[in-house]
């Protein structure tokens, strides 16, 4: 009995052991069960096992900054603008060509907020994370709510990479990650769901785009340095042909696995600094353009020339018609070319990023299978016409349903999501959902426009500013239908549609749970209920 | 090495004893530490260790089954009316003057909604169980919602029972239960967080109170035979006797392993069958009352002197300064005395369980200290005055965060608690709360109403009935300022207030997450908006 003299000791390493063994096995075996259902397409990730997906997420792009037009006429045709004639992305209209793009699609007025909106289908207003998330302190500004969503994402959040990574997929992050402080959980996006993580932690912008100037990590203090792309250092490559290899290689590696893939390639172009790309000088023969624009337009551009590789890969891999992509902005342009509520970087929208106006939050958007095709199992079930355009509207939390509800992806219950499929709306010729309902929630300060609401319901837009400082809000109404750039206010002169426009509004901030603006004393400033009604009855507090 | 010759079959034996080992130390250590804390104070469940609780829940108790007077004159001054005369309950006026009454308390309009709104500190509206559980079929009606919760609560419901035994309580449940339908996994309290379960499944009424027919177990088909009770069966005992006894047995036992107990007393009395209670036989010199009335009427004292029973033995057991007491109804009256919507069986207010009116879920609600004490620290936490009424306001689902706030309980992040701690009314001898909203959604047929919504708001009471087989709802609104007893509807006189009640009705409900009654092709029916909104928007559905 020597061999047993202690026998805990032995039971405690035999135990271990054995869970061990049981972990591997149990991974094995899922493996297998993995490996056997691709097996049964047309082997790996290019015949009908489930069908890869790549969403390209375009920091700061608005809708105008591409020469893809996206406004379109009364009778829903597309119509070019001035800046689609001055932006150059033959990639996107490639894109454009091979699937249907939204003309009027939503993401959130700034950053963070869209990411997590796309992560989780939820609205800000509910996952709370209402303005980008500064990486080093909480920036809920001085009347913001206290509680709101400063830390993001964590372990525990049901994210799109997460059921994905759960279906057997095989989920690369490259790029901006943006999804909670510096060395918070979330801010490493391998945390949040993603096997693999290039280039994404808690900064908002790149130090620099310069291999040369190692993307921002040889300066004193790198507090903004692109983490994952040491091999770069030094070399002359423009930051986002950096992460374009990046992906690419993760792609490959992908198919060689024989594994379906979820790549998120949130690309920190087009957001400032305004470095030239110099790949593409870009000319202004009318000398109009300041120094900082032509930058601008150069980073579109090289934006636009990784959308074109990654095409090219799944091409020559073989993949593409098994492969769905999504392309989008976070929020509205940041494009240097005017002031914030005016009609200048997003003309002829009104507003840019930041702003309450629709310059502040529309997007450009395309869906597209890489190739179509009309025997592909996946395509059946959602299928994408080809250059087409549609009115239908959407918003960033709708991917997170769409993607689900192809790939069956099982949402936790309790998990509540906002959006809805937009498989009806690319399917559908005539405007689909023009009854639909958006809201979004900017309860902070300072920013390009503080403590405001949008609600738009059908053509009708109400933005309701909190305006905690003083003893009243202020109301904006327009008619989108007769008023599409938002220049006469009918606030005033139409309140019954303002009033029902403001229930309704509170009505959908009171579902996702909102958190208001405070006063002095830290009360919530909820939104009044209009002239006649507050007159009626007190306001009251919900108990 | 001869004992190792087969590794793998003693390692897995010798995780099965680690893991034996380790639950058992791990069971230990907590048990010395609970019995730590409870040495701290003077021993047991005696001293300042954590309080004892008890809830006393009366099936189909109203507001006015009781000699002990609910309603108040415009002076704040308890009012006899003649039910409180016709009625005998000794103990509770024992315990009303040892405690605080509030006289305008809600419980749902029926019992099981009621029961998991204790449980889980939520408005039936968002747990959706929204009507009775029938054990045997899904009773949603014909145009209730088809997502209602039919199963009730189940082992991963966050509820009050087991957020007490993880903080160390013994949680003992006597009586019905009705947490879920028949051999679900909610049909057993054991399952829901208590310790204990004398009497409780999914039956909402018993086969029999006498012990003589075995409790209704001595039938051929015994589906309502109450469980746990085998040792009773066929003496000369009423069912709330051997409820009682088997509650002071287990009140014994915890004080023995000086534990505190929670104590979920929910008589079966005084639902039907009205079988009477020879003990209490109640003599009519008017001659105007039913066997029927005159059977309840001793369910009724049976009842009661179980409450007494219960004083009784905290105070022998030397416990009482320690244990706090909630006394209450699941819903409003069933004494058989008149129509369902008449001023009958909770006269002066109108209506019965069921209803849409106060009397179908008003329902009377004592707290108090089974002794007070000055000394008593637990008391000092949430001082309850001695035989006061109080008008402010409180709701069943306010028992989860005023014991949740006295003992500290951990309410997992995520669980919504709709109710709010009734402390600072107790503490107040002015109305407090007045400005608070009770929302009442009983979507189902058929009842004695049907498919109506309550909206309360301060002393404006609106009553919506979707009435889905005709193309309109209906309305009712009562100022019960004025009119508490419901005789004058102001739908039609008072517009403004009356769509001010409906627009907030809909926050609540929207608040909720709340399910509709549907129409033909299964359309979720929402309350309209009031008439003039209607005209001017069409109305939305969420997308």
């Known amino acids: 009995m ?93 894109l454009a060509k091979r699937g249907v793009r939204l003309s009027e699609f939503y993401a959130m007025s700034v950053c ?28 809920r500004g ?25 279906a057997g997929y095989r989920t690369i992050h490259v790029g901006k990650g943006h999804f909670g402080p510096r060395d918070s959980i979330g801010s490493d996006p391998r945390n949040l769901g993603f096997d693999i993580n290039v280039g994404g932690s808690s900064i908002g912008q790149p130090g620099s785009y310069y291999g040369t100037k190692s993307f921002g990590a040889e300066v004193p203090k790198p507090t903004h340095a692109v983490p994952g792309l040491d091999e770069y250092h030094g070399q002359e ?14 792609v490959q590696e992908s198919v060689r696995q024989e594994k379906p893939f979820f790549l998120n390639f949130a690309h920190y172009a087009v957001h400032a600094p305004f470095q030239a790309d110099a790949r593409f000088p870009t000319e202004d ?15 579109v551009q090289g934006m636009d020339d990784s959308l074109g590789k990654m095409l090219d890969c799944f091409d020559e891999l073989g993949i593409a018609e098994n492969t769905l992509v999504f392309f989008l902005g976070d929020n509205g342009s940041d494009a240097p070319l005017g002031e914030p509520h005016a009609v200048a970087s997003s003309a002829p929208l009104r ?45 960033i939390y709708d991917l997170f349903p769409t993607i689900a509800e192809l790939v069956q992806l099982e949402i936790p219950s309790g998990h509540i999501v906002d959006g809805s499929s937009l498989k009806t709306i690319f399917a559908s010729s005539e405007p689909v ?66 009033d029902n426009l403001l229930i309704r509004m509170r009505e959908k901030l009171i579902e996702q749970r909102s958190l208001y603006p405070v006063d002095q004393d830290g009360q919530a400033i909820e939104p009044t209920r209009g002239i006649d009604f507050q007159s009626v009855l007190p306001f009251p507090s919900t108990p």
């Open 112 to 139: 963070s907020p869209s990411r997590i909106s796309l992560m989780s289908g939820q609205n800000s207003a509910r996952h709370r994370t209402t303005t980008w998330i500064n990486p080093d302190s909480n920036n």
């Open 2 to 94: 020597k061999t047993l003299q202690d026998p805990l000791r032995i039971a405690r390493i035999c135990a271990v052991l054995l869970i061990a063994i049981a972990a591997t096995l149990s991974r094995a075996h899922s493996r297998a069960d993995s490996n056997a259902e691709n097996a049964a397409g047309q082997g790996g990730s290019k015949g009908d096992s489930k069908p890869n997906v790549m969403i390209v997420l375009v920091d700061d792009m608005g809708l105008m900054d591409t020469s893809v037009p996206f406004l379109i006429d009364k009778d829903g045709a597309a119509v070019e603008h001035p800046l689609n004639r001055w932006y150059r992305t033959p990639n996107m209209e490639r």
């Open 237 to 250: 490559i423009f930051l986002t042909e950096a992460l374009t290899r990046e992906a690419i290689k993760h």
């Open 433 to 498: 959902l023009l009854d639909r309902e958006f809201l979004m929630h900017f309860p902070h300060a300072p920013h390009r426009s503080n403590y405001f609401t949008v609600f738009r319901q059908g053509d009708w837009k109400l933005i309701y500013h909190y305006l905690p400082e003083k003893s009243s809000p202020q109301m904006q109404l327009f008619d989108l239908s007769k008023d599409p750039y938002e220049q006469t206010d009918l606030a005033e002169t139409r309140p019954k549609e303002r």
């Open 142 to 166: 001085p009347s913001g709510p206290p509680d709101w969503n400063w830390k993001g994402l964590d372990a525990s959040s049901v994210t799109l990479a997460r059921l994905m990574q759960q």
């Open 285 to 299: 023969p009318t000398g109009k353009f300041s120094k900082q624009a032509l930058a601008f337009a150069s980073l």
């Open 351 to 395: 507003g840019k990023k930041g702003s309450h106006y629709e310059g502040g939050m529309r997007v450009p958007f395309i869906a597209a299978w890489a190739q179509t095709s009309k025997q592909n199992p996946w395509q059946k079930r959602l299928p994408i016409p080809q250059g087409q355009i549609r009115k239908g509207w959407g918003a």
